[in-house]
């Protein structure tokens, strides 16, 4: 049962602020946001990605392709927690306190 721990299942989060005042800006912006959603991240906030991953093997895998899809200007942050970690976290929307939905569970195949 180890594999469904808790504290080995792990999210991350890809933070950015890309520069969009040119035309060529704006297309690599869009660029690395497509291929983010393409690699199975999903919007939290504008400009801050998540996507759930099975193990830190996984989490290490998509950690490199988006590294490997860095944009030439602006900052990328990228964060690994645990789903521990996720789970503790607390958000407000207008003070008050919101729900924080479960993810749904992945089927793994080999």
Request: charged share 25%; with cysteine; proline share 6%.
């Amino acid at each position: 049962m180890q594999r469904l721990s808790e504290y080995r299942i792990m999210w991350i989060m890809v933070f950015f602020d890309l520069p969009t005042e040119s035309k060529k800006d704006r297309k690599a912006y869009s660029e690395f946001r497509k291929q983010l959603v393409a690699d199975g991240f999903i919007m939290f906030q504008f400009s801050i990605y998540m996507r759930h991953c099975p193990s830190q093997e996984n989490a290490d895998v998509h950690i490199k392709r988006v590294k490997n899809i860095l944009p030439p200007l602006g900052q990328v942050g990228i964060l690994r927690i645990t789903d521990k970690q996720f789970g503790d976290m607390e958000l407000f929307c207008s003070r008050k306190p919101e729900k924080l939905t479960p993810p749904v569970q992945q089927l793994e195949l080999f």
